[in-house]
């Protein structure tokens, strides 16, 4: 079982990060470790660590102690689609395997639009992060995850199922699933809408959702209940905190920094309904774009947080 403090994790896995800093050269590429389906991992989004590379933040991930990760292909990230080369990705995929991290997630961010243009890119996009995917890793459970965009959810809603069901045709063909993320103030906000959308496409093998408290607290929505109706669907979990803002609106935290949410509460339940994928801890723009914001102060500060969530809850995570 993995310590709640960072950098205690076990010395083979130290040595592997380590090792893998020094040998992101090298063209050797072997599949990366079947993730365990009876544990639930601990990850963190490469969203948060801006100014690091990606062959340099996955040995800082795994000596920290983390699981998981999740790439940020977002256009203008490091890790976006057009930023690696062939060569990128083999020694991506190299250092992933040698410091034992397992690929969970790309997060993108397409909305669907009236603009065909937009569409086009965005399909493209997908395409694109699906390829990636499978250049990365051989990890069958790891998703492509996006937001859906603003506006009225009864004026959009039709035009996301039209959207998010030509996407789901693209990462079928790859054999990756895409998930759905409802957000905060977004068209689509709640896990029913995201249901909802499922539905109308017949309930496709390769669409879920991502589960994100977050955007639920504060809005009437009760964890336990949003758990229960979204576990079946949800490939892909983002762990943050919430605060109301005094002067109104709300603020993104790290998770596990405030009393907000019960974080050792919603591992148990996800568990106990069945999920098993990845707790990944997510940085909101809110904080990596203010002025100081320290992405491995971060990377340390949500393991410390979300390893004593774990331990709380009683889930198990990889040995």
Same mark, same amino acid.
């Given at each position: 079982?993995?310590?709640?403090?960072?950098?205690?994790?076990?010395?083979?896995?130290?040595?592997?990060?380590?090792?893998?800093?020094?040998?992101?050269?090298?063209?050797?590429?072997?599949?990366?470790?079947?993730?365990?389906?009876?544990?639930?991992?601990?990850?963190?989004?490469?969203?948060?660590?801006?100014?690091?590379?990606?062959?340099?933040?996955?040995?800082?991930?795994?000596?920290?102690?983390?699981?998981?990760?999740?790439?940020?292909?977002?256009?203008?990230?490091?890790?976006?689609?057009?930023?690696?080369?062939?060569?990128?990705?083999?020694?991506?995929?190299?250092?992933?395997?040698?410091?034992?991290?397992?690929?969970?997630?790309?997060?993108?961010?397409?909305?669907?639009?009236?603009?065909?243009?937009?569409?086009?890119?965005?399909?493209?996009?997908?395409?694109? #992060?699906?390829?990636? =995917?499978? /250049?990365?890793?051989? &990890?069958?459970?790891?998703?492509? $995850?996006?937001? @859906?965009? %603003?506006?009225?959810?009864?004026?959009?809603?039709?035009?996301?199922?039209?959207?998010?069901?030509?996407?789901?045709?693209?990462?079928?063909?790859?054999?990756?699933?895409?998930?759905?993320?409802?957000?905060?103030?977004?068209?689509?906000?709640?896990?029913?809408?995201?249901?909802?959308?499922?539905?109308?496409?017949?309930?496709?093998?390769?669409?879920?959702?991502?589960?994100?408290?977050?955007?639920?607290?504060?809005?009437?929505?009760?964890?336990?209940?949003?758990?229960?109706?979204?576990?079946?669907?949800? #490939?892909?979990?983002? =762990?943050? /905190?919430?605060?109301? &803002?005094?002067?109104?609106?709300? $603020?993104?935290? @790290?998770? %596990?920094?405030?009393?907000?949410?019960?974080?050792?509460?919603?591992?148990?339940?996800?568990?106990?309904?069945?999920?098993?994928?990845?707790?990944?801890?997510?940085?909101?723009?809110?904080?990596?774009?203010?002025?100081?914001?320290?992405?491995?102060?971060?990377?340390?500060?949500?393991?410390?947080?979300?390893?004593?969530?774990?331990?709380?809850?009683?889930?198990?995570?990889?040995?």
């Amino acid at each position: 079982m993995h310590s709640s403090f960072p950098f205690t994790s076990p010395s083979r896995r130290r040595f592997l990060a380590t090792a893998a800093l020094a040998s992101v050269a090298s063209p050797y590429v072997r599949a990366a470790p079947a993730e365990p389906r009876n544990t639930m991992t601990l990850g963190f989004s490469t969203y948060g660590a801006r100014g690091i590379t990606t062959e340099h933040v996955l040995p800082i991930l795994s000596v920290t102690g983390y699981d998981a990760v999740e790439l940020t292909a977002t256009k203008g990230f490091d890790a976006a689609p057009e930023n690696m080369s062939t060569m990128r990705r083999r020694q991506v995929r190299r250092i992933l395997y040698d410091t034992e991290l397992v690929l969970t997630s790309l997060m993108e961010h397409t909305v669907p639009s009236d603009d065909a243009t937009i569409n086009a890119g965005n399909f493209q996009r997908i395409e694109a #992060a699906s390829e990636l =995917v499978r /250049d990365l890793t051989d &990890n069958k459970h790891c998703v492509i $995850q996006t937001v @859906l965009g %603003g506006g009225d959810w009864d004026k959009r809603k039709n035009l996301l199922v039209d959207h998010v069901g030509k996407w789901v045709e693209v990462t079928t063909e790859h054999d990756v699933t895409c998930c759905i993320k409802p957000h905060r103030g977004g068209g689509m906000s709640n896990p029913a809408q995201a249901l909802w959308i499922m539905q109308q496409l017949g309930n496709p093998q390769r669409l879920r959702m991502v589960y994100d408290f977050s955007h639920y607290i504060y809005t009437g929505l009760d964890l336990q209940l949003t758990v229960e109706q979204a576990v079946s669907k949800t #490939a892909h979990v983002a =762990v943050k /905190d919430t605060i109301k &803002n005094p002067k109104g609106g709300y $603020q993104f935290k @790290l998770p %596990g920094s405030t009393a907000a949410i019960d974080f050792a509460l919603l591992i148990k339940r996800l568990f106990q309904g069945g999920y098993r994928g990845d707790i990944s801890c997510e940085v909101s723009s809110m904080l990596w774009r203010q002025a100081g914001y320290d992405p491995r102060q971060a990377i340390r500060t949500c393991y410390k947080n979300m390893s004593l969530a774990f331990e709380k809850s009683g889930v198990p995570r990889p040995e």
